[in-house]
């Protein structure tokens, strides 16, 4: 089962700021948050991921809550090529296994 | 950058037939796992693969499947007598303790 929840879908105009939010309110302490993206049913591309601190890249940044039960996804300026399906993933450790528990995503499209 | 490569990119099969999806994984990584996607749905894994045999499997990943790594490079999935809704995209990963490479897919087609 997802241990994410994500909005199905979401609009941003092209060079402002797009916020995705996920809920992941049931996360344990040692599980990470991914997110990757996904444009035109090509391979998932990653974007960034967290523990407990905010974390930025060149793509991104990732904001998680203080109670870790949601994070924020932000591409500070988007473009059109940001339109893709944009998953807020846990990643869970098992004895044996590291375990991405994918949600249904959010798909984000960028409007000129 | 690294990267996971899959071939072919399209396969289509007629059904009952067997087909072996291919990944080259990333050399100096430790797990690897195939998931698939059906068109319009979320990505589903199917099974993990560390130290050379499966360390987890989902409930899609029946006696109709089985993978292999048979030269310590080529990571494979095979899947034997297809069904109508084995149709779906095969991605393969390649995984470290923080990262988690996809190739691009193999679509696969059975008709």
């Known amino acids: 089962d997802a241990k994410t929840t994500q909005p199905p879908s979401m609009d941003c105009a092209e060079g402002r700021a797009a916020n995705l939010p996920c809920n992941h309110s049931?996360?344990?302490?040692?599980?990470?948050v991914y997110w990757y993206r996904q444009i035109h049913s090509q391979g998932p591309q990653y974007i960034i991921h967290?523990?407990?601190?905010?974390e930025t890249n060149e793509m991104a940044s990732l904001i998680i809550t203080e109670d870790r039960k949601s994070s924020t996804l932000i591409l500070p300026h988007a473009t059109l090529r940001d339109t893709a399906v944009y998953y807020c993933?846990?990643?869970?450790?098992?004895?044996?296994?590291?375990?991405?528990?994918w949600g249904a995503g959010t798909k984000l499209i960028i409007k000129p | 950058e690294p990267e996971v490569t899959q071939t072919p990119s399209h396969q289509v099969t007629q059904m009952g037939q067997e087909v072996i999806l291919r990944c080259v994984p990333i050399?100096?990584?430790?797990?690897f796992y195939w998931y698939r996607q059906i068109l319009g749905q979320k990505v589903e894994f199917l099974v993990s693969?560390?130290?050379?045999?499966?360390?987890?499997k989902s409930e899609i990943f029946d006696d109709q499947f089985s993978v292999e790594r048979p030269d310590g490079s080529n990571f494979t999935l095979k899947i034997r007598s297809t069904k109508l809704e084995d149709s779906a995209m095969y991605f393969c990963?390649?995984?470290?303790?923080?990262?988690?490479?996809f190739g691009q897919g193999t679509r696969l087609t059975v008709v």
């Open positions: 050399s100096n990584h430790l797990y």
């Open positions: 967290g523990l407990k601190n905010n």
């Open positions: 693969f560390y130290n050379n045999e499966i360390s987890e």
């Open positions: 049931t996360i344990s302490g040692n599980e990470y």
């Open positions: 990963a390649s995984i470290t303790n923080t990262e988690a490479f």
């Open positions: 993933i846990v990643r869970v450790v098992t004895d044996s296994n590291y375990q991405l528990i």
